[in-house]
C-alpha cells in the first residue's frame, strides 16, 4: 500500500507541476492525500488471476481512489467503479460467476462532496489502466485532463467501443516511467 501511495503522490506531483506551464510555487509538491471508497467486491475464483494456484478461492477487493491536494490543483488517481452500482441493491452481479461481484457503499460525488470538492475542481485525473473498476467515473469529470498510457487509452471497450468518450481532454502518455519508490 505503501508503494502505490508513494507512487501516486510522484506522479501527482510530475503531472501537475510539469503541464500546467506556470513556474514552482514556493510550496511546490503534495499537501494531502485522501484515500477514497470506489467500490468493494468478491472474486468468485482468483485463480483467473494466478492459472492453476487456489483454484475456488474467493477473495474480497476493495477499489481505492486518491485524491490529491497538490500546490498545483486537485489530482485524482482513478476513479473506480461507476457510482450508479450504489444504486444497485444487490450490486453488480458479473455474468462469469468466476470475475468480481461488485457493491459501492458511497458514491465517488458524495465523498468528494462530503470533503468540499466539485467535480470541477479537480485540474488533472489520471488512471493506471483502463479496467471498468479503475475508470467507472471518468466522464463525472468532463473537462479535466485525463492522463492515461496511450496503449490504454487505446484498447477497446464492449463490442469495440471507445472507453473514452472522445471529446473528453486527454494526454496519452507513450510510456510510463516509475518517478519514485516508496518503502
Not at 499537501?31 to 477514497?36: N, P, T, V, W
Amino acid at each position: 500500500m505503501n508503494r502505490v501511495i508513494g507512487l501516486v503522490a510522484a506522479l501527482s506531483s510530475a503531472v501537475l507541476s510539469s503541464d500546467f506551464g506556470h513556474a514552482q510555487s514556493s510550496n511546490p509538491g503534495v499537501e494531502k492525500l485522501y484515500i477514497l471508497n470506489c467500490g468493494e467486491g468478491v472474486a468468485g475464483d482468483i485463480s483467473r488471476w494466478s492459472p492453476g494456484v487456489n483454484e475456488g478461492k474467493s477473495t474480497d477487493f476493495v477499489d481505492n481512489c486518491y485524491l490529491i491536494k497538490h500546490a498545483r490543483g486537485w489530482l485524482l488517481w482513478d476513479t473506480g467503479i461507476p457510482d450508479a452500482v450504489a444504486a444497485m441493491p444487490n450490486g453488480l452481479a458479473p455474468a462469469d460467476p468466476k470475475a468480481v461481484y461488485w457493491r459501492r457503499p458511497k458514491t465517488l460525488a458524495a465523498q468528494l462532496d462530503q470533503l468540499g470538492v466539485a467535480p470541477s475542481d479537480i485540474k488533472a485525473m489520471a488512471v493506471s489502466h483502463a479496467h471498468p473498476d479503475h475508470i467507472g467515473n471518468v466522464e463525472m469529470f468532463p473537462a479535466t485532463t485525463l492522463y492515461v498510457q496511450k496503449a490504454e487509452y487505446e484498447w477497446p471497450g464492449a463490442n469495440n467501443a471507445p472507453r473514452f468518450t472522445p471529446e473528453h481532454p486527454v494526454s496519452k502518455l507513450a510510456t510510463v516511467t516509475c518517478l519514485a519508490t516508496a518503502a
